[in-house]
């Protein structure tokens, strides 16, 4: 087994420093702290945790609530929080929100098997999620927001990434368009909504009600949506989703009324998960920094341990356009 001794001495520093990293100790650089984790997981050495939890009143080991992992955006997301988590010394647990997933979480709150909560799943009517701020446990809410919440958040500019999908239809000139919508409980389908339905109104795009309809955030919702909106009335020249898996939903519904995607319809997603880069579907999507967000929440929710009265910080990164053949793979405009 190897020691702490020898990770100091083979990174060069003092067992102090070392100890100092593993209870992630504020005043250690961030080059000493990478120095030492890079030696830790070269030697494979494994500070012993049930001493360390006894000696510190920390655990090591974060909560992840997720949702619908039908949907390939969480897999996604739950890989690089994984990866900044383990980066920084940190053990996962992960639970689905579906069923008793929510409540399994706040339980491991309440007996201390967790230092503290990333919820990627968040919504105002979250029973555990408000009882577990109201216990002072460490939260952190990821790719979804819920206004006055006294927790730290992060998310990307859903609102702005879905005016840009409307200013470019505009600019090429698609102007009968339809929105395939998300559930409003769910911030980021409701900020994205709003977002095109104030890009269509500020560039003159057509979008009449019978246009829309909520795709659920899923693939057959998808699909479904889009059959919805063809059967109301003359075929849409563009649609807009508000995420990459109803997407696929529609264009499935697009092929199967006999449409053609570019040529009779453009269609944008949002997420960009990796299936949306896949030939079969070349689909041009809206991209979040998932990395950059999970690099984020894992600080603000490292920060929130160490210093639990800290003020709440929210946040918010920029999204870009990426043009694929679902619209002919015109470039963006900004």
């Not at 577990?132 to 206004?147: E, H, K, Q, S, Y």
């Not at 246009?211 to 020249?237: E, Q, T, Y």
């Not at 997420?271 to 949306?276: C, G, K, R, V």
């Not at 079969?280 to 999970?294: E, K, N």
């Amino acid at each position: 087994m190897v020691t702490a001794r020898e990770v100091a001495k083979l990174a060069g520093v003092s067992q102090a420093t070392v100890s100092r990293v593993l209870h992630e100790h504020t005043s250690v650089s961030e080059d000493v702290r990478r120095k030492v984790r890079r030696v830790m997981a070269e030697t494979g050495y494994q500070p012993n945790g049930a001493a360390r939890a006894m000696r510190t009143n920390r655990t090591g080991t974060v909560g992840l609530i997720v949702d619908d992992m039908t949907n390939p955006f969480y897999p996604e997301l739950i890989r690089v929080l994984g990866a900044e988590l383990g980066a920084a010394g940190l053990r996962m647990i992960l639970w689905d929100s579906a069923g008793p997933g929510e409540r399994a979480a706040l339980d491991a709150i309440d007996q201390r098997l967790v230092d503290g909560l990333l919820f990627t799943t968040a919504t105002a009517a979250s029973v555990p999620l408000a009882r577990a701020i109201d216990r002072g446990a460490p939260v952190v809410l990821v790719n979804r927001t819920v206004p006055d919440l006294a927790c730290d958040q992060v998310d990307s500019d859903n609102h702005a990434g879905a005016a840009a999908a409307a200013r470019y239809f505009a600019a090429a000139g698609r102007r009968e368009v339809a929105l395939v919508d998300g559930p409003l409980d769910a911030s980021t389908a409701r900020d994205r909504g709003a977002g095109f339905r104030d890009g269509c109104a500020g560039n003159g795009l057509d979008l009449p009600p019978w246009r829309i309809a909520d795709g659920g955030l899923s693939h057959d919702g998808g699909r479904a949506a889009m059959a919805r909106i063809l059967a109301g009335g003359p075929a849409p020249s563009a649609v807009f989703c508000a995420n990459d898996f109803s997407a696929f939903g529609a264009l499935d519904a697009l092929a199967e009324a006999g449409l053609s995607v570019p040529r009779d319809v453009w269609v944008i997603g949002y997420d960009d998960i990796p299936m949306a880069a896949w030939g079969a579907f070349g689909l041009t999507t809206v991209r979040q920094p998932l990395a950059d967000m999970a690099a984020t929440a894992v600080s603000l929710l490292r920060e929130r341990v160490a210093e639990p009265g800290r003020a709440v910080r929210h946040q918010r990164f920029r999204n870009d356009l990426v043009p694929r053949r679902t619209t002919d793979g015109q470039e963006a405009v900004r």
